[in-house]
């Protein structure tokens, strides 16, 4: 039972001489200051990020078809095996744009084989022995020719050395 002398609603009559109606609502209604209302949206909405996360973005793996099965790929790869196709069917652009990548990733570069057997022709005029260690010391050719000269000026020293010592040799046998 409620008493009529008593408002329904707990809520304070305006102060002073307000009157609600048209284009009046009662004063818990009416809009707020912006302090207030700038502090209530801040506890309400949860905050935004500041920027778009751009490398989250491409490191995220994709989904693709091929061959009728679903997998993931890297963006990147995804990205060249389009531009791929795209160069194959003829698109001057995707073609010149392909080929940057590969140009950039160094798949364009010429592979030389490692020699693993077969002959080995010593340039004429070259010594031998000297060829002999450039091999053992720097690999097969093209060898530094500053490389080759201090060798050769080594070798000659060495051969020198070799043959006063022989001829020292021989004076003693003789004399001896």
Not at 17 to 39: A, C, M
Request: glycine fraction near 8%; hydrophobic fraction near 30%; aromatic fraction near 8%.
């Amino acid at each position: 039972m409620t008493d009529p002398t008593k408002p329904l609603s707990r809520k304070l009559p305006p102060a002073g001489n307000y009157t609600v109606g048209y284009k009046k609502p009662p004063t818990e209604h009416q809009f707020k200051s912006k302090q207030l209302r700038d502090s209530q949206q801040k506890v309400k909405r949860p905050r935004k990020e500041n920027g778009l996360n751009l490398a989250g973005l491409f490191d995220k793996p994709l989904r693709v078809k091929r061959a009728g099965r679903t997998i993931v790929v890297h963006p990147y790869e995804a990205q060249l095996t389009s531009l791929g196709k795209r160069a194959l069917k003829g698109e001057p652009r995707a073609t010149k744009l392909f080929l940057k990548q590969c140009d950039a990733a160094g798949l364009l570069d010429p592979v030389t084989p490692e020699q693993t057997h077969g002959v080995f022709l010593i340039p004429r005029g070259a010594n031998s022995a000297i060829v002999k260690v450039l091999l053992e010391t720097y690999g097969l050719p093209p060898w530094d020719p500053d490389a080759y000269a201090a060798l050769e000026l080594e070798y000659e020293n060495d051969q020198a050395n070799i043959e006063e010592l022989y001829k020292k040799y021989m004076e003693g046998r003789e004399n001896g």
